[in-house]
């Protein structure tokens, strides 16, 4: 199995695991249909297929998002998340740092297969 097969199927699961992990997030609607989209790209990249737009697109967002989301201290938002030490969200600042890490995800798994995209 190539090594991009492999990357692509772990990813599909992660974001997998990360959709089933928004359904209590207070919108959830929104994130998870954010790693839906996340997951199908890591399918279609699995079969070889690499959209330019679409593909483009969702990298743009993502990274756009990951900036406006961005915590004002992750070095803060960390020691946060390791002093609650569990899961559940307690400030707003928290959820945000999540979501723009969880963004950034997205775009750096996805940025392999522009480059591919934009190279054929």
Known sequence: ???SKIFYSIWAVLFGLFAFWQIN???PEVWVSIYVVAIIFCLLAIRGIFP???LTILVAVC???AIYFWPDSVSGWIGQEV???DL???TPEMEEGRESFGLLIIALVNI???IKA???
Do not use: A, N
Request: no cysteine; proline share 12%; charged share 30%.
């Open 63 to 65: 990274l756009i998002g």
């Open 118 to 120: 934009w190279r054929s």
């Open 88 to 90: 559940t969200m307690k």
């Open 1 to 3: 199995m190539k090594f």
């Open 52 to 54: 330019k737009i679409p």
């Open 83 to 85: 002093e609650q030490g």
């Open 25 to 27: 997030d207070p919108d």
């Open 112 to 114: 392999p297969g522009l």
